[in-house]
């Protein structure tokens, strides 16, 4: 029995008992979905729910009274050994081991689809990430939101959602001026201005400009005059600069279904055409020459220009465009990850998310990413070799490849500081969190080719009461929490917390492994109990499967 079938047994507990009149509870006041946790101490069961402190009031009852009702109800249900009542109220309840074990057979029968849901169902998410500048290789904060934000798409996919993964390209304004103007200078052996952009990457990017000029029969872009010169480095060395972002992304297992420009909005017409929407509703004014959106109506500090004085469109213009695009293609909810330094925008995007008629935190989510720190014999690694001043995507994938950069990158909540220890991801050691549990992995399949060897198979049936040692019941119990975990990770935006539940499952597959055998000693007959656990040992392999694929990362069948 799987903890969503507790929790849908004990609501028909409750149905039965509204019914015929044993609580005093309305039907519509049962929750659709009753809570059910594994309890801190495992003496107190396998399962437990506050149900009845959450009911007691409504029913006119103490919560001990409603649950002394319930726990009556619940020990006639087949498969729950025992029903006790604790505390104020807290019902624990004990499965018997036939109806536990019977979760073995679930998932290795449900294969890849055990876990999934349906609770985002019906809703279509565009998820923006990454959106660097392309003035240059993705850095360390991209990465991070490469790994959380591909990861958090595969888990609101698996509750059912519509998710289109975006990346904003900012290619209008004067970082790609001060961009061209760097490839030109490094073109003409010059440094490269002051405001400018430095690293080899530079120089890589403006030979390949010359060298594709030449290719292609054409003069060099270098010996042009400066401002056709310019245009020609940005053309060409914006594409190249996509490019290799894209290839990056793509190698580090991030796809992406929208590569949207930013210089779109303002060729099409969009940025136009949103803020006469706005003028429409009543948010807009004009003031000293310039266009302003109404934004301190829902709480900004202060209201924001949209078209400057010079008519200019201001870059929040974009942001205002944008945003109305993405609602027009269809999206409920419109998800930015974005950088530590961009909380101060969190106030107007809100504000004019309102100002659309829309409701910030439903139609709108930002979740802002902190800092990531590489270190390396315990010294800060400051400078990559080939983009100079910052730290980039390939100098961690270089150091430890891209599953334990991707792991690292989603395995610590995306709101706290990550400082990423080299040495210790390139370790083969149980203090590498993705090697401990990659390893996890490899050992089940092991377990599984070792138990071929010896005769034990699935095929010659399976006994889920054989499951019956307190190991096994341990092991279950976290097993059956992984479509919970993957609710949770989805609904609340933390991938983290996949991460953190694998971990887990590991360490209690481990202290399994160590106490139950899936082949006989010696001479020793095959026998139910032997089946069982390889069934058991199968279940786990699906689950460190599914969870790693979950967040981007191979699950090896060797180490």
């Not at 798409?153 to 390209?169: D, H, I, N, P, W």
Request: net charge negative; aromatic share 6%; hydrophobic share 40%.
């Amino acid at each position: 029995m799987t903890p969503e079938e507790l929790a849908a047994q004990i609501r028909t507990c409750l149905t039965t008992a509204s019914a015929d009149g044993r609580l005093s509870i309305a039907i519509d006041d049962i929750p659709s979905v009753i809570k059910v946790e594994r309890p801190r101490n495992r003496d107190h069961g396998d399962w437990s729910t506050n149900v009845a402190m959450q009911l007691g009031k409504k029913a006119g009852m103490a919560p001990r009274d409603f649950a002394a009702v319930l726990v009556e109800l619940l020990a006639t249900v087949d498969g729950i050994d025992s029903v006790d009542i604790a505390g104020p109220g807290f019902i624990n309840i004990r499965l018997a081991a036939a109806s536990a074990g019977e979760l073995a057979r679930t998932i290795v029968e449900a294969g890849d689809r055990y876990g999934s849901n349906d609770s985002l169902a019906g809703t279509h998410i565009n998820l923006e990430y990454v959106s660097a500048n392309p003035t240059g290789p993705v850095h360390l904060g991209g990465a991070r939101w490469a790994a959380v934000g591909d990861s958090l798409s595969r888990l609101m996919t698996a509750c059912g959602a519509q998710v289109t993964r975006e990346y904003y390209f900012n290619d209008h304004g004067a970082q790609i001026d001060r961009f061209a103007r760097s490839l030109l200078a490094r073109a003409l052996g010059q440094e490269a201005p002051e405001d400018g952009y430095g690293g080899q990457y530079i120089a890589d990017i403006a030979a390949r400009v010359q060298a594709d000029a030449q290719a292609a029969g054409e003069v060099d872009p270098a010996t042009l005059p400066t401002e056709d010169a310019v245009e020609a480095f940005r053309k060409r060395g914006v594409e190249l600069m996509f490019d290799e972002i894209k290839e990056r992304l793509r190698t580090f297992n991030a796809e992406f279904d929208v590569f949207f420009h930013e210089d779109s909005l303002h060729e099409s017409g969009a940025v136009a055409r949103a803020i006469d929407v706005l003028r429409e509703r009543g948010e807009v004014f004009d003031l000293d020459g310039a266009v302003w959106l109404r934004t301190t109506t829902y709480g900004d500090d202060k209201d924001r220009v949209l078209i400057k004085s010079d008519g200019q469109a201001a870059y929040f213009a974009g942001d205002v465009a944008y945003y109305l695009d993405k609602r027009s293609r269809g999206a409920d909810a419109a998800i930015y990850l974005l950088g530590a330094d961009h909380h101060g925008y969190i106030g107007r995007m809100m504000a004019m998310c309102e100002a659309f008629g829309d409701t910030p935190g439903k139609n709108m989510q930002i979740l802002i990413g902190q800092m990531v720190n590489l270190v390396k014999n315990g010294e800060p690694v400051r400078m990559s070799k080939r983009a100079g001043t910052i730290v980039t995507l390939d100098d961690l994938v270089d150091a430890v490849g891209v599953d334990a950069a991707r792991y690292a990158l989603v395995r610590v909540s995306m709101d706290s500081n990550l400082d990423i220890d080299l040495d210790l991801l390139s370790s083969r050691t149980n203090d590498n969190p993705v090697y401990y549990v990659q390893y996890a992995h490899a050992r089940t399949c092991n377990v599984a080719r070792n138990a071929a060897e010896h005769g034990v198979s699935r095929d010659a049936g399976f006994d889920p009461a054989a499951l019956d040692s307190p190991a096994d019941a341990e092991l279950l119990g976290v097993l059956a929490q992984f479509p919970a975990q993957i609710t949770q990770a989805a609904e609340l935006r933390e991938p983290h917390r996949l991460a953190r539940y694998l971990e887990s499952l590991s360490a209690a597959y481990h202290t399994w492994y160590g106490k139950c055998r899936v082949t006989p000693r010696g001479d020793d007959p095959v026998d139910a109990g032997h089946i069982a656990r390889l069934w058991l040992n199968d279940a786990v392999t699906q689950v460190l499967r599914s969870g790693l694929g979950l967040l981007g990362v191979d699950a090896p069948e060797r180490m």
